[in-house]
């Protein structure tokens, strides 16, 4: 079945929600996000996959939601920063970066969140070397990188009682 070029119905579970939007085959993850759902907590950095601020989950991996037609993502779940916290409690990882200032300006600090997160439900933080490793797709022009890894590795270790998993 050939689908577009106009407008299409794509059916999309984000943050568990089901959502139907009309959109051209070709727009992005992170443009239905932003501007057809109104989940703007997703950034736009670069559009060009280079710099991480519009990292979000899909089917629990992380993407770069710039890169990734939204028409891909039918029958999988989406999760943005939008849906990290559990209602009014947030997600460890964000309670551990706000501790740890590891954000400035702040505009990076969705893409970190859901990368840090993933690594540490990929069992990718044994040390700093392999956290700045796993986590060098997410640029900060802040430079808020070991406070970063330092709320990485408090949640890491466990000493907010957090759980290092990408579940609720």
Same mark, same amino acid.
């Given at each position: 079945?050939?689908?577009?070029?106009?407008?299409?119905? =794509?059916?999309?579970? =984000?943050?568990?929600?089901?959502?139907?939007?009309?959109? @051209?085959? +070709?727009?992005?993850?992170?443009?239905?996000? +932003?501007?057809?759902?109104?989940? #703007?907590?997703?950034?736009?950095? *670069?559009?060009?996959?280079? *710099?991480?601020?519009? /990292?979000?989950? &899909?089917?629990? %991996?992380?993407?770069?939601?710039?890169?990734?037609?939204?028409? !891909?993502? @039918?029958?999988?779940? &989406? /999760?943005?920063?939008?849906?990290?916290?559990?209602?009014? /409690?947030?997600?460890?990882?964000?309670?551990? $970066?706000? #501790?740890?200032?590891? $954000?400035? *300006?702040?505009?990076?600090?969705?893409?970190?969140?859901?990368? !840090?997160?993933?690594?540490?439900? @990929?069992?990718?933080?044994?040390?700093?070397?392999?956290?700045?490793?796993?986590?060098?797709?997410?640029?900060? %022009?802040?430079?808020?990188?070991?406070?970063?890894?330092?709320?990485?590795? @408090? =949640?890491?270790?466990?000493? #907010?009682? !957090?759980? #290092?998993?990408? /579940?609720?």
């Amino acid at each position: 079945m050939v689908r577009g070029p106009d407008q299409v119905e =794509v059916r999309l579970s =984000v943050n568990g929600v089901a959502r139907r939007l009309a959109i @051209e085959p +070709r727009v992005s993850l992170l443009d239905a996000l +932003r501007d057809r759902l109104a989940l #703007s907590g997703t950034k736009k950095g *670069c559009n060009q996959g280079a *710099c991480g601020a519009c /990292t979000v989950w &899909v089917d629990r %991996r992380r993407v770069l939601s710039c890169l990734t037609l939204a028409i !891909a993502c @039918e029958g999988r779940e &989406v /999760t943005t920063i939008e849906g990290l916290a559990d209602d009014d /409690t947030l997600h460890p990882m964000q309670s551990a $970066f706000i #501790s740890h200032d590891a $954000f400035q *300006c702040g505009y990076c600090t969705p893409g970190q969140l859901m990368s !840090a997160v993933a690594l540490l439900d @990929e069992g990718h933080a044994t040390d700093d070397a392999e956290i700045r490793e796993w986590m060098s797709g997410n640029l900060c %022009r802040c430079a808020a990188y070991p406070h970063i890894r330092a709320a990485i590795r @408090e =949640v890491r270790d466990g000493a #907010s009682g !957090a759980r #290092s998993d990408a /579940t609720h």
